[in-house]
């Protein structure tokens, strides 16, 4: 079974400023799939960023990058330039590659919540 | 192109009631996986629906059920409501054409109270 670890319960960043969430899971597959969700207010799970386990290059999206170190299974994500839009709960989630052609299950962190103040 | 949507919004129902939720996939998604999310908790998964058949369930008890329609919307059953029960319960469709991942696409999910 897997496991995700997020041990930062709360964090805030003032508008402008780079943070940095920390993310480690636990699995014994070879070949899966790391995302970050962003839940706002509204609950809508978005997805923000994906990085498959194969690629050793880090996924970058606009202002969102991930750290992704196999050997140590950590998961980051930084956000640059934090904007107040950006306030919300953050979720790392893993997901184990299927050669069936079947859409796996994600596991998910408890979570981080971001509030970026002015 | 129509996202995920799911009905109702808020639900509060009574312990030992039942309870039917109801999503709506997104255009052109064959697989419809299930969530609930316990207050400051992440997403655990439910169950997932294939092509109409479950494919894959979580650690929950046999009085969650759930369907799979031809047009891919999806019901989530609860029997026997217990207070734990109640959380948001999330809604992903995603497709199975193309290259993995298969991105789940989040519905906004409904909070079910239960008293």
């Known amino acids: 079974a897997q496991t995700v670890t997020q041990s930062q319960p709360e964090m805030s960043v003032q508008e402008a400023e780079t943070v940095t969430l920390s993310c480690t899971y636990d699995t014994s597959e070879s070949n899966y799939y790391l995302f970050w969700y962003k839940q706002p207010p509204s609950r809508q799970m978005i997805l923000v960023i994906r990085q498959e386990a194969y690629k050793q290059q880090n996924a970058t999206e606009n202002r969102f990058s991930v750290n992704f170190q196999k050997a140590a299974k950590s998961f980051s994500l930084k956000i640059s330039d934090s904007q107040l839009g950006d306030t919300a709960m953050y979720f790392c989630a893993f997901m184990k590659h299927l050669n069936t052609g079947t859409a796996s299950k994600l596991t998910f962190g408890t979570g981080t919540r971001l509030q970026v103040t002015l | 192109e129509t996202g995920v949507t799911q009905s109702p919004t808020h639900l509060i129902k009574t312990r030992g009631q039942q309870v039917t939720l109801r999503c709506s996939s997104q255009?052109?998604?064959?697989?419809v996986s299930w969530y609930q999310q316990a207050l400051g908790q992440g997403p655990q998964f439910i169950f997932q629906y294939y092509r109409e058949e479950e494919n894959g369930r979580g650690n929950f008890p046999p009085r969650f059920s759930g369907l799979q329609f031809p047009n891919y919307s999806s019901e989530l059953n609860v029997n026997a409501l217990e207070l734990d029960d109640s959380a948001l319960y999330l809604c992903?469709?995603?497709?199975?054409?193309?290259?993995?991942?298969?991105?789940?696409?989040f519905g906004p999910g409904t909070r079910l109270t239960v008293t």
């Open positions: 255009s052109g998604h064959n697989t």
């Open positions: 992903a469709s995603s497709s199975t054409q193309g290259i993995p991942p298969y991105e789940q696409y």
